[in-house]
């Protein structure tokens, strides 16, 4: 079953190009984002949502913090994502015209399922599940769905189950803005062409596996991490400091980069790696200044840059260049150098790659 793969976790890794290409398929040869796709009902839903709250918890709760990005800056509605299991435990303040939007791979994952009830019980009822598996619980719960299709998730450390949901989050925020008369022809149609251009994109990215894996070797022997990104990026900075600590076990933090001369830069050395996800976007220069103050204090830096950028390898600091820059949906890119890095990590390390010490693939329990 595991064809050329050595584990799960890889084979599912280099599965995201197809599992992209099938969750996107409802816009695959439509030349509009049709806001059905989310249900029949979803057209009146989505046009009387004046804000969204985004509930799920640890690699689903990144795709819906980045999708915050998105959705606040593209289809201009105010966003909230939590940890559905501080949601559920919390007093917070009910507005009825919120789309209540809950991520899970399994659909099964206890706080998420407590999370969307509780929602539910303080009055919001526009609720909408993205979720892979189509008869799970949270599915059952929630008024509207969408089916990622990445196919079954065998490795307990979530890839493809993640940029299949970054794929419908961004759908959403089509759907979001175009109801809301948000979105121009012409920019619906830019971002559709993007998003069908999104496997073959992912599939470029794969190909910088053979270097990623020499970088793993290089910090596979450190204790701790830091792993650095601003804006959209800063989830994926947090994902990849949480795929590294789940099946590396060696420490792993995540910051947004303006927050390091708060408190962390003074952890700072030689022997804290800093792995930098640094797209070329409109922070870059923000980052870059953020990055000399690690290397002033002899961090050692692995970057991830994109295509085009001016970054040179200097004494300390290595630089990987993705293969194209992706504009908005470029966290979807920056996501599977770092899914690749804490692979090869631990593989080097000789842990259990699919089945990280004392974690379970579905966290049925509270
Ligand atoms: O099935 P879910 O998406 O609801 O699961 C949520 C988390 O338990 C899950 O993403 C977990 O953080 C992964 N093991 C991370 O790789």
């Known amino acids: 079953e595991l064809g050329k793969y050595r584990h799960y976790m890889q084979k599912e890794i280099f599965e995201q190009p197809q599992a992209l290409a099938n969750t996107l398929e409802p816009i695959a040869g439509a030349g509009i984002i049709s806001p059905q796709i989310f249900g029949a009902e979803a057209v009146d839903v989505l046009k009387a949502t004046r804000r969204v709250l985004i509930l799920a918890c640890g690699t689903s709760y990144h795709s819906g913090f980045t999708a915050r990005y998105w959705l606040e800056s593209v289809a201009k509605i105010p966003c909230t994502v939590e940890i559905a299991s501080e949601y559920r435990y919390r007093e917070s303040v009910p507005e009825t015209d919120t789309l209540v939007v809950v991520i899970s791979q399994s659909g099964e994952t206890a706080d998420t399922l407590a999370a969307l009830k509780h929602a539910k019980s303080l009055g919001m009822t526009k609720t909408l599940a993205i979720c892979n598996v189509p008869e799970s619980a949270i599915v059952r719960e929630a008024a509207l769905r969408f089916i990622t299709r990445a196919g079954p998730e065998i490795g307990v450390a979530s890839t493809k189950a993640f940029t299949t949901q970054l794929a419908a ?139 085009g ?53 579905s966290v049925t329990v509270e």
Not at 232 to 238: F, L, R, V
Not at 279 to 296: F, G, I, M, T, W
Not at 330 to 354: C, E, F, N, R
Request: aromatic share 6%; net charge negative; no cysteine.
């Open 169 to 307: 989050l961004a759908l959403l925020t089509l759907a979001l803005a175009k109801v809301n008369g948000r979105l121009s022809a012409e920019q619906e149609s830019g971002y559709l062409t993007q998003l069908r251009h999104l496997p073959v994109a992912v599939g470029k990215v794969l190909d910088l596996e053979p270097e990623i894996e020499r970088w793993a070797q290089r910090f596979a022997s450190k204790q701790h991490a830091l792993f650095l990104g601003r804006g959209s990026h800063w989830p994926i900075a947090m994902e990849g400091a949480l795929k590294l600590k789940e099946i590396s076990y060696i420490h792993a933090e995540s910051y947004a980069a303006g927050e390091l001369k708060h408190g962390p830069l003074a952890l700072v050395d030689k022997d804290m790696p800093v792995i930098a996800v640094a797209p070329a976007d409109e922070l870059l220069e923000k980052l870059k200044s953020n990055l000399q103050e690690v290397r002033a204090r002899g961090g050692e830096l692995y970057v991830f840059a994109d295509a």
């Open 309 to 361: 950028s001016e970054m040179p390898e200097t004494e300390g600091v290595h630089i990987l260049h993705m293969p194209e820059h992706y504009g908005l949906l470029s966290p979807v890119l920056h996501v599977i150098p770092l899914q690749l890095l804490s692979y090869h990590a631990a593989l080097v390390k000789g842990t259990d790659v699919d089945k990280p010490r004392n974690l379970a693939k």
